[in-house]
């Protein structure tokens, strides 16, 4: 019963009784005097009640406002949470500091002296919807001295979709079966590209739709790609895709052998230009690697790479062989690798390219590593219509997070 009918319901009682006692006899003054005081005191003691009532009910409305505005910011700091947890942010920066001696027919080129370039800045966004879903943002950028401008590029940006780790499905721009396979075996892509990277017969990511897994306990590894063709730099649309696979097999933890395939257009057939050939490329790699020390050879064969709109028709082949050791218990790790390729083999089969490094590496702290390296590169012919000769020595460093 609230106070206000409490107060009335005693009021009434009261009256009942002095209306029944006046019925009976005569109250005197005191009486009467002494019932006022009860009544009084009683409805103080009503207007107490309610105030007290009034001041706590107050402090649930106070209270309760509190706790929701409690619980609405506990929800927006978990999901500020959620998202920071679920969601890593990386970064690969390569640069050098290098003199450049760049001849062609034994005359110095514009390529040559002293420069500083950052070869490629990569900034990645990782994002994690569930166990199965997530997404992939990375930026390429880099400034070359040569061309003396800077250049941005989108290259991976794709929703991965990972049903187990025997088949996780990617698409968008991602990174291809071949090359970064054989960059992570080779562990000095901030020195050099890997083989068919640097000879431009083959490239790291591309947009279109991947598939990869692990199977066998791990030990066997697949991935295939439908592609557009042309590169991450250059999404143009072309009339069929592309496609690129390789199946490795790891014997051990330290070991691996390896077979690549590629055919395709290289997206540069259109509704308006045919092709004339598909670019085939098949790639061979078996390498070890344990702490400080790897050991590798990577071989690849080509064919009509750079002829897909021509008549004529040509091959090439190569290898590369790299190996790398550790100096000492403080990381030092002396490195070097030969790489020889017949480029033309149909059109011009004394056209070689022949390139060589040499180095010793110096981790500074962990994600920053330094090397000095000298390198050389020599592509010619027998008859010297091609003549070009680049030795460069310097420092080239690496920097991730």
């Known amino acids: ?213 692990k199977v066998a306990g791990g030990a066997m590894e697949y991935a295939v790609a439908a592609l557009n063709g042309n590169g991450y730099k250059n999404p143009s649309r072309s009339k069929g895709l592309d496609f690129e696979g390789r199946l490795s097999y790891a014997p051990t933890s330290s070991t691996v052998l390896a077979v690549g395939f590629y055919n395709g257009t290289l997206g540069k057939e259109t509704q308006l230009t045919p092709s004339l050939h598909n670019a085939e490329r098949v790639n061979f790699l078996a390498a070890y690697a344990a702490g400080t020390t790897r050991l590798g050879v990577e071989y690849f064969q080509a064919k009509n790479w750079n002829n897909v709109l021509t008549v004529a028709t040509d091959k090439a082949s190569g290898w590369s062989a790299w190996g790398s050791i550790g100096l000492g218990g403080d990381g030092i790790n002396l490195f070097g690798r030969y790489d020889r390729t017949d480029l033309s083999k149909t059109l011009d089969p004394t056209l070689r390219d022949t390139y060589y490094n040499l180095g010793v590496e110096f981790p500074i702290t962990k994600g920053v590593k330094l090397a000095t390296v000298y390198k050389h590169t020599d592509q010619k012919n027998a008859a010297l219509t091609k003549d070009l000769k680049t030795d460069e020595f310097g420092v080239w460093g690496e920097f991730r997070f």
């Open 1 to 213: 019963m609230r106070p206000t009918h409490l107060a009335a319901a005693v009021a009434l009682a009261i009256a009942s009784t002095s209306f029944n006692a006046a019925a009976q006899s005569a109250p005197s003054a005191q009486d009467i005097a002494e019932l006022k005081a009860q009544i009084a005191a009683l409805q103080a003691q009503v207007e107490a009640l309610q105030a007290q009532a009034d001041a706590q009910s107050d402090v649930n409305i106070t209270q309760a406002k509190a706790i929701e505005d409690a619980e609405a910011t506990k929800g927006k700091v978990d999901k500020l949470a959620k998202l920071v947890n679920d969601t890593s942010i990386s970064g690969r920066l390569y640069y050098d500091l290098t003199n450049i001696d760049d001849r062609n027919h034994g005359v110095k080129t514009n390529k040559s002296g002293f420069a500083f370039d950052i070869k490629r800045f990569y900034l990645g966004v990782d994002h994690k919807f569930n166990d199965q879903w997530s997404m992939n943002l990375t930026t390429d950028f880099q400034y070359s001295s040569a061309i003396a401008s800077t250049e941005v590029y989108l290259k991976k940006a794709y929703v991965q979709y990972k049903l187990s780790d025997a088949f996780v499905l990617r698409a968008g721009s991602a990174d291809l079966p071949w090359v970064p396979f054989a960059e992570s075996w080779y562990g000095m892509r901030y020195v050099e590209n890997t083989l068919i990277d640097r000879l431009k017969f083959g490239t790291s990511a591309d947009w279109g739709l991947h598939a990869s897994g």
